[in-house]
């Protein structure tokens, strides 16, 4: 199998999003739904140790050639199911999922991604929802000249994860994630994606 490489696509392009929220002194982070490790040997750089869990065995066989190929020391990768992995709660002090809370449910996966999380931890979630009202088609069409720029500037690359439509509108996400972590910080993002950060309450 061919060896995972850096790409573009609109996942990727908000992988910054979910790293910039990573909290000063992280010592244990968790991404979930990593697909092919590129956003988790970016955590690596920046917490004591990372581990990342994806459902798909392909997916999981990428990351670990790419965490092998950049001599990631502190970094694991774990094929299952998150919601059903046995992770003990308060295990992390960051948690993350990029584009994957869909693929399990959101509000069952920012449940979970909740539990798992130390007192005084933070979630960071890039999201994908659908359009719900005339609005969301307004605003989701300003996003094609960027995404145009992007693709003939970047190329666009996709390492063959499984795709599936969102399983909310904006709208619903937005509440769904303010009712599940109140206080949670929720901003639409132009190229077709919502983030989410929340501290957990110490």
Not at 124 to 146: E, F, I, K
Not at 153 to 178: F, K, S, V
Request: glycine content about 12%; overall charge positive; hydrophobic content about 45%.
């Amino acid at each position: 199998m061919a060896q995972a490489r850096d790409y573009w696509n609109h996942n990727v392009h908000y992988q910054p999003v979910i790293l910039g929220a990573v909290p000063p002194g992280c010592r244990a982070a968790i991404d979930v739904g990593c697909g092919d490790g590129m956003l988790a040997c970016e955590l690596a750089a920046r917490c004591e140790s990372v581990t990342g869990i994806d459902r798909d065995p392909r997916m999981i066989e990428l990351a670990r050639e790419r965490g092998q190929a950049g001599a990631v020391g502190n970094l694991a990768f774990v094929q299952g199911d998150f919601l059903a992995y046995p992770f003990a709660a308060g295990s992390f002090d960051f948690a993350c999922a990029n584009t994957a809370l869909h693929h399990m449910g959101t509000a069952t996966a920012l449940r979970q991604l909740a539990r798992v999380l130390r007192p005084g931890g933070r979630l960071a979630v890039v999201g994908l929802a659908s359009n719900g009202s005339p609005a969301d088609w307004v605003v989701g069409g300003a996003g094609l000249p960027a995404s145009w720029y992007y693709k003939i500037t970047r190329g666009e690359g996709h390492p063959g994860a499984p795709i599936l439509a969102p399983d909310m509108t904006w709208a619903q996400a937005r509440a769904t994630a303010r009712q599940v972590l109140p206080g949670v910080r929720y901003r639409r993002h132009l190229l077709w994606r919502y983030s989410l950060v929340w501290d957990k309450p110490a």
